[in-house]
């Protein structure tokens, strides 16, 4: 059984930091690529910044320039640094990791969410 389990959502005031993190367990063979979506109020989730195996990266243009992925394949987590957080980035937070747990089984996995506030 593979979890993903996020940390560091919180309330922050605009123009501030938060770092994210989500750490995988269970019986986990491989981890190919991992990302953070997020999804605000009335809206849908998407996408906002993925990492594959081999370190590509690929960033929302709303986060660009603000936000950094990272990801500790020893550790089995990936990271979210946030900085110059805005109003607008306020939502439930969720990691998302493509994992193989043997040879023939692949598959998504998703965390239970981290809530990011950010006041004006």
């Known amino acids: 059984q593979v979890q993903l389990v996020e940390s560091g959502g919180g309330l922050v005031q605009a123009g501030g930091s938060l770092r994210l993190s989500c750490a995988a367990s269970?019986?986990?063979?491989?981890?190919?690529?991992m990302g953070w979506y997020r999804q605000g109020p009335g809206k849908q989730r998407d996408v906002v910044a993925t990492?594959?195996?081999?370190?590509?990266?690929d960033y929302s243009n709303s986060v660009n320039g603000r936000f950094t992925i990272s990801r500790d394949n020893a550790k089995r987590t990936v990271y979210l640094q946030m900085n110059s957080l805005k109003p607008d980035d306020t939502a439930l937070y969720y990691c998302n990791a493509d994992i193989s747990t043997t040879p023939w089984a692949r598959r998504d996995y998703w965390g239970q969410g981290t809530q990011v506030t950010v006041s004006s």
């Open positions: 990492i594959s195996s081999t370190g590509s990266i």
């Open positions: 269970g019986s986990i063979l491989r981890m190919h690529t």
